[in-house]
């Protein structure tokens, strides 16, 4: 799903403030997606469905990273963050700078808050790989969710981690499918947590893109 999108648009540093003044880049708030919240029962069948075993497979076909990992950043943008192809799932855009080059680079990612921090999940469903804006958020850890400032922080500590997942499954059962294709890849999902900031610091021309 659109947690585990590795694809984004690219954009040249020269136009980040072009970025800033569009839709995506304004202040609005985030809604806010209390993890242990009573979900609906139309909430309850759809995330079933979408964390079946037939759908996770999909997800981890190259056709879903071809198709809906690119259209994914466009419709947010387009409808102003209201909807993307995880449809009842809480998704958000999140911009990143690159690694390497330091373009800009949107991907849709399913998030939700502990407390104040917002919980996002490297998941890349489940394939061997981190996804790149996880290398891109680790290199410059300054981004925009939703047009909000963050700064990403990743989390180590073992038992934050495992406190972090029995969350994340509440939202999306599908990560628990996740995490056991990665670890037979020999990969450790991430999980990120990103912090408000009231002032992103500007893109770099000289920032390395991965």
């Known amino acids: ?21 569009s839709p995506m880049s304004d202040r609005r708030t985030l809604r806010y997606v209390d993890p242990r919240a009573q979900r609906s029962p139309i909430y309850r069948v759809y995330v079933g469905l979408a964390s079946s075993r037939f759908a996770t497979w999909l997800s ?13 950043p466009v419709l947010l943008r387009v409808t102003r963050g209201h909807l993307g192809t995880g449809l009842l799932l809480p998704t958000a855009l999140l911009q990143t700078r690159g690694a390497r080059t330091g373009l800009i680079r949107r991907n849709a990612v399913i998030y939700f808050h ?19 804006w996880f290398y891109n958020a680790r290199a410059n850890p300054d981004v925009l969710l939703g047009g909000q400032p963050y700064r ?5 500590d073992e038992t934050s ?36 900031s009231s002032s992103p610091r500007p893109v770099s021309a000289d920032a390395a893109d991965r």
């Open 1 to 21: 799903m659109s947690g585990a999108s590795a694809s984004s648009r690219v954009e040249s540093p020269g136009r980040m403030i072009a970025a800033r003044r």
């Open 60 to 72: 981890k076909k190259a056709v879903w990273s071809a198709i809906v990992w690119k259209v994914d």
């Open 114 to 132: 502990d407390g104040d921090r917002v919980t996002i999940i490297a998941s890349q469903a489940g394939r061997p790989g981190n996804p790149s």
């Open 152 to 156: 990403a922080e990743i989390v180590e």
């Open 161 to 196: 981690r495992a406190r972090l997942w029995e969350l994340a499954d509440r939202v999306f059962p599908a990560f628990a499918s996740y995490r056991e294709s990665a670890a037979r890849a020999g990969r450790t999902i991430p999980i990120l947590q990103l912090v408000s």
